[in-house]
């Protein structure tokens, strides 16, 4: 009976240690998305290539034109809405399952214009990386 007792107790013990809330993934990929939108609004366009999934596995030619193409991207902004002023997080569906979310975030515009986009996001070994 004492055993059936502390099974039983083990039991509980496991259960509400996986329901416990923890860390809200999607919120985590949602401030990462943020983050690497801003080294882009502050011109750090390397450190916002490299918050791309694999960057590390495309060879320095190709991530130079991606570098390029990011700093071409913000002067196109700049000329069509006088830049993208400020970023903001307006929602998230993360499937912690499948570690993918897609984040959505508003671009303040410098004409005072908006526009929301959607940031699929994806998650490998803890850290959160643009897909």
Same mark, same amino acid.
């Given at each position: 009976?004492? =055993?059936?007792?502390?099974?039983?107790?083990?039991?509980? =013990?496991?259960?509400?240690?996986?329901?416990?809330?923890? !860390?809200?993934?999607?919120? %985590?990929?949602?401030?990462?998305?943020?983050?690497?939108?801003?080294?882009?609004?502050?011109?750090?366009?390397?450190? $916002?290539? +490299?918050?791309?999934?694999?960057?590390?596995?495309?060879?320095? &030619?190709?991530?130079?034109?991606?570098?390029?193409?990011?700093?071409?991207? =913000?002067?196109?902004?700049? !000329?069509?809405?006088?830049?993208?002023?400020?970023?903001?997080?307006?929602? %998230?569906?993360? +499937? &912690?399952?499948?570690?993918?979310?897609?984040?959505?975030? !508003? $671009?303040?515009?410098?004409?005072? &214009?908006?526009?929301?986009?959607? %940031?699929?996001?994806?998650?490998?070994?803890?850290?959160?990386?643009?897909?």
């Amino acid at each position: 009976m004492m =055993m059936r007792k502390l099974l039983y107790i083990a039991l509980l =013990m496991a259960v509400a240690a996986c329901t416990s809330k923890g !860390v809200d993934q999607g919120e %985590v990929a949602a401030r990462a998305a943020k983050q690497y939108y801003d080294y882009l609004l502050q011109g750090d366009y390397a450190s $916002f290539v +490299d918050g791309h999934f694999r960057h590390d596995s495309i060879p320095d &030619t190709y991530r130079e034109q991606l570098i390029a193409n990011a700093k071409m991207y =913000m002067n196109q902004q700049t !000329v069509e809405h006088r830049g993208i002023k400020d970023v903001h997080i307006v929602q %998230v569906k993360a +499937d &912690t399952e499948k570690h993918a979310a897609n984040v959505f975030l !508003v $671009f303040a515009y410098g004409d005072s &214009t908006n526009e929301e986009i959607v %940031v699929p996001m994806v998650e490998n070994k803890g850290v959160w990386y643009l897909r």
